[in-house]
């Protein structure tokens, strides 16, 4: 699209957002679920095969470069100032033959090539160099959109007394969305960092934002994050 293009679609979502918000507010909706006392920051996706050009899964690279990397840079230093829980999520696959008897993949590969992200390639799923995961923080594989379904990373949020999850990422329709909703539903205060999650189609960041903001977590900015962060008391 087009920058008039982009324009005019933000114009018209906004609209939208006015009048759903006002239905929303009349019937008991947009409460809001606030920060809790330990939090963590879970990074979805943001792996070369999202973050760089050049691959079926690439998101805006506009948006990605200019807002999601500082973002998530920002997120991540105010995090290690304070030694709070990072977990890197991202997604590979050690059986990628469509015809294989059997595939790690499930049939998701029916819906979307997910075929092209190989767990032999390790560049493809390799965390993006710029937000690089450091000593003492953790590289969760998933096989399946949400980074809770399947996986280890409830257990190991409630093993670390982990009361609010902090969800940056890609993509807002998919990944970064079942990742919030799960999140709600396992009892975790869901934050979703607003300038540090994405998406491949203009307007997918924004009406999953406003809808997520409804329903199933908070979306704050990453200043009003790093403004959290940054008053918690880590040594009670």
Not at 37 to 42: D, F, H, M, T
Not at 199 to 218: E, Q, S, T
Request: aromatic share 8%.
């Amino acid at each position: 699209m087009n920058e008039v293009d982009t324009k005019e679609l933000d114009r018209l979502l906004n609209q939208a957002f006015d009048a759903a918000s006002k239905l929303y507010k009349e019937r008991g909706f947009q409460r809001r679920i606030g920060f809790g006392k330990r939090p963590a920051l879970i990074s979805v996706d943001l792996a070369n095969a999202w973050t760089r050009p050049g691959n079926p899964f690439t998101c805006d690279q506009e948006k990605m470069d200019n807002e999601i990397i500082p973002g998530m840079q920002a997120l991540l230093k105010a995090f290690r100032a304070k030694g709070l829980p990072v977990i890197h999520v991202t997604t590979a696959y050690e059986i990628t033959d469509r015809n294989a008897p059997f595939t790690d993949m499930g049939l998701w590969h029916d819906k979307i090539p997910i075929d092209v992200v190989n767990i032999a390639d390790k560049e493809l799923w390799a965390i993006d160099s710029r937000i690089a995961p450091v000593d003492g923080e953790y590289t969760l594989l998933k096989k399946r959109a949400s980074a809770f379904h399947g996986t280890e990373l409830a257990g190991i949020l409630r093993a670390n007394g982990v009361d609010t999850i902090l969800v940056t990422g890609v993509t807002a329709c998919a990944c970064v969305r079942q990742t919030v909703c799960d999140g709600i539903a396992d009892g975790f205060r869901t934050i979703a960092v607003k300038e540090a999650i994405g998406d491949r189609v203009p307007g997918a960041v924004a009406w999953n934002l406003f809808d997520i903001d409804a329903k199933f977590g908070d979306v704050e900015t990453v200043d009003t994050c790093v403004k959290y962060l940054s008053g918690l008391n880590t040594d009670a």
